[in-house]
Structures are given as C-alpha cells and as structure tokens.
C-alpha cells in the first residue's frame, strides 16, 4: 500500500516520542501490505476497526501503542493508498470530535 503521508506520523511523533517506534512499524507494515479490504487489514491489525463518520464514510481506526494512540486513515483499496487522516491520542480519540470534520 502507498501511505500518504509519512510527514503526518513525523509531525505526531515530534510531539508524542514514545509513539515513534510503534508508528514506524504500523508504516512499515501497511507498506509492504497488499488489502483489499478490512479483513485483509485486520490479518495484520486485528484491532483495526471500521468506523463510519459525520459524511457518511468509513474510515479505519488503527489502536497504536498499546491502544495509547489511535490512527484514523482513509483506505482506497483500488488505487492501493492510504491516506493517512488523524493521529489522535486515546482521550481526543474519545472525544469523537474528530468524526464531524470527516
């Protein structure tokens, strides 16, 4: 898979150190994947959840660091990206503010 974009897993690491080692392997693991859909993803995170939000649209929420963190991304399984849409830790994940604004 294409991940697009490391730079926002730079910017949420920066800030958050400890999530740093966990997001490189959550990367390296989806780019070297092949899914075509979330049973494929989930043979790989098997915590991965799909979730609809405010649009209407399902977005896939990954538990990152022992479900410290949560990673929502964007999955186009025809054009194989990713698109990397929020890094959120487990209190602002909860908060669901972040579904209005997808």
Known sequence: ?????????????????????PLDAWYDRADESRWDSILDVRRHFPHADAVKVASGRIVTVFNIGGNKYRLVAAIHYNTRRVYVLYILTHREYDLEKWKETL
Do not use: G, V
């Open 1 to 21: 898979m294409h991940i697009i974009t490391y730079q926002a897993l730079k910017t949420f690491f920066i800030s958050h150190p400890d999530a740093r080692q």
